[in-house]
């Protein structure tokens, strides 16, 4: 699934060991959902999930240097799970790069139109 969005937040890298003592990390990133032309789709939030995965070719070493408040085209797997009769969906990059246009997102309504 491909998405595209604004990044509003890193958390931070939350770590653990499993119950095969294989030590995992993973760190949520948080985006504004946007719209091919640019524009912010009513403030609309997803989170993603990046791990620890060496030989994965986006892990949480490579998502280091993203910043906020740059526009990411997105590739992710999503997968939901049930627990206690309720679904839990992650959402699990596997692909980003920087937006490739440079779009003015000004979100002043109350902005003058140029004509």
Known sequence: MELKGKLIKKLQVESGTGNNG???KNQTLVFEHVYDNG????????AVKVGNNK???????????LEVGVIYDMKVNVSSREYNNKYF???????ISEETNNYNINNDINQ???F
């Open 39 to 46: 524009i912010p789709e009513f403030a609309k939030q997803f």
């Open 89 to 95: 969906t992650t959402l699990n990059v596997w692909s």
């Open 55 to 65: 030989n994965a070719r986006v892990n949480i070493d490579t998502v280091q240097d």
């Open 112 to 114: 003058e139109a140029p």
């Open 22 to 24: 294989y030590e995992w």
